[in-house]
C-alpha cells in the first residue's frame, strides 16, 4: 500500500466535498474502524481482507480462525452466475394464464427493449436475459402476476440497470397483457446470486487445557444444530456471521442493508428461520462447514468506485470479479460464525469479547493515549468491566501520565 494511500485511509477515506456530492443534507463525516483480516486462503490464493467495523473482536476471531482453517489448504469457494432479479408488479388481469402466456410470447421484444437500458453492463457481456413469472391469486388487492426480469448484472450489484430497464418495459408488459403495472423493482433475495464456502478444521487444533478437542468439535456440532433447528438462536447465529460479511461489504463500498435484507430472507426461504451455515464431523474426527447465501455485490459503480476507502479496499484484496468479492465475503462469514461457535463452546462468548470491550469503555470515560490499555487491563484484572468504574479509575489517578 503507497504512502498516499495510507493517509486516505487516516484522513476517514472521505473528504466533506466527497460526502457532498454522495448524499443530501451533509454536516459531517462519521468515520469507522477500517482493519485488515490476514491468515485467509482461499482457492489456493492468500488475501489480506479489510474489513471496516466497530464491533470488538471481530477481526481477531476472523484472523484466527482462518489460520486454523489454512492448515488444511483453506477456504475453497464457489459462487453463481451474477443474474438479479428485477420485479413487475401487474394487476387488474382478467386471466393471469393468458397473461402469463401472451408476455412469454412475445419474451424476445421484451428483452431487446430492456437491453436498449443495460447500457455497458451489456457492452461486458450481461444484461436482460430472461424472464419468469409468479402468480399470487386472492391477494386484498386482486389477483396479482409478478414478471421477473432476469438481468446478468456482471461485475456490478446492478440496481440502477436493472430499475431503469424495468421502468423502460413497464409500458410494454402493459399493452401486451391489458393489465395494469404498479411496482417495477428490483428484489433484493438475490438468490440466483449465490456464494459459497467450505472448509475444515482439524480437531487436534481445537483442543484446549481443559477440553480435548473431540469435545469442542462436538460442542460446536451441536451450536450449529441448536441454530439450525431454532429461530431464535438462529437469529444471533446469522447475526454473528454478518459481522464478519457485512465489514467486508462496507469496506469495498457495497450495500450492505441489501445484503443483509438477502441473508435474512434467504435464511426464512423454507418458513422457518434457520443457519446460514452448517457443521459437521468426518471419519477421522475433524470439523467441517459451509455457508450458502445470495451475495449481490459489485466492484465497478457506485460507492465501489466514488469513495476513495473503498477503491483502496478493492485494490488491497487484489480481485478480479464480483463473483470472487462475494466468495471472499463468504469465507469470511464462514470464519466468524466458526470464531463465535468455537468461543462459545470453550470459554464462552464474553471471555475474550470482554477484553476488547474494556477499552471501549476507557475511550468512553475518557482516557486518551496510553491510559487506554492502563484502564482497560486494570478493569480486566478486576473482572469489573463497567464504564462507572473506567471513570473511577481516571477520575482517582491510577493512570500514569
Known amino acids: 500500500m503507497q504512502r498516499a494511500e495510507l493517509g486516505t485511509l487516516a484522513a476517514g477515506g472521505l473528504s466533506m466535498q466527497q460526502a457532498e456530492q454522495l448524499v443530501e443534507n451533509v454536516i459531517g463525516r462519521f468515520s469507522l474502524p477500517f482493519a485488515v483480516a490476514t491468515n485467509f486462503t482461499i482457492n489456493s490464493r492468500d488475501y489480506l481482507v479489510p474489513m471496516v467495523i466497530e464491533e470488538p473482536s471481530v477481526v481477531a476471531a476472523c484472523s484466527f480462525a482462518a489460520k486454523l482453517f489454512r492448515e488444511t489448504g483453506g477456504f475453497q469457494t464457489g459462487s453463481d452466475e451474477p ?54 391469486p386472492g391477494t386484498p388487492v386482486g389477483d396479482m402476476l409478478i414478471v421477473h426480469l432476469l438481468f446478468d448484472a456482471r461485475d456490478a450489484m446492478g440496481a440502477n440497470a436493472i430499475n431503469s430497464a424495468l421502468e423502460h418495459i413497464a409500458p410494454l408488459v402493459e399493452r401486451i397483457t391489458g393489465g395494469r403495472v404498479n411496482l417495477r423493482i428490483l428484489s433484493n433475495l438475490s438468490d440466483r446470486r449465490m456464494a459459497t464456502a467450505r472448509g475444515v478444521v482439524r480437531a487436534k487444533s481445537l483442543a484446549t ?44 463500498g457495497n450495500d450492505w442493508r441489501a445484503v443483509e435484507a438477502a441473508a435474512h430472507a434467504y435464511a426464512a426461504r423454507d418458513g422457518h428461520y434457520t443457519s446460514l451455515t452448517r457443521w459437521w464431523r468426518d471419519d477421522v474426527g475433524d470439523l ?43 469465507a469470511v462469514g464462514l470464519a466468524q460464525n466458526f470464531a463465535a461457535l468455537r468461543a462459545l463452546a470453550t470459554d464462552g462468548i464474553q471471555h475474550g469479547h470482554m477484553r476488547m470491550h474494556a477499552r471501549q469503555l476507557a475511550l468512553a470515560a475518557g482516557a486518551v493515549g496510553g491510559q487506554v490499555m492502563q484502564v482497560a487491563q486494570q478493569m480486566v484484572n478486576e473482572g469489573n468491566i463497567r464504564l462507572e468504574r473506567a471513570k473511577a479509575l481516571i477520575a482517582g489517578g491510577f493512570c500514569d501520565t
Request: glycine share 10%; charged share 20%.
Open 83 to 136: 443474474l438479479m432479479i428485477g420485479q413487475i408488479q401487474l394487476l387488474d388481469l382478467d386471466d393471469l394464464p393468458a397473461a402469463e402466456t401472451q408476455l412469454r410470447a412475445r419474451e424476445t421484444d421484451i428483452l431487446t427493449q430492456a437491453n436498449t437500458q443495460a447500457g455497458s453492463i451489456q457492452a461486458r457481456g450481461g444484461g436482460a436475459i430472461g424472464l419468469d413469472f409468479r402468480t399470487i
Open 209 to 252: 487445557d481443559s477440553t480435548p478437542g473431540a469435545d469442542v468439535v462436538s460442542a460446536i456440532i451441536e451450536a450449529g444444530v441448536f441454530a439450525e433447528c431454532d429461530p431464535y438462536r438462529a437469529a444471533t447465529h446469522n447475526k454473528g456471521i454478518m459481522n464478519g460479511i457485512d465489514a467486508v461489504v462496507l469496506a469495498t
Open 288 to 330: 467441517h462447514g459451509e455457508i450458502a447465501l445470495p451475495l449481490a455485490l459489485g466492484i465497478v459503480g457506485g460507492a465501489t468506485r466514488a469513495h476513495p476507502a473503498a477503491k483502496i479496499a478493492l485494490q488491497m484484496l487484489g480481485i478480479e470479479s464480483a463473483r470472487e468479492l462475494a466468495e471472499v465475503a463468504a
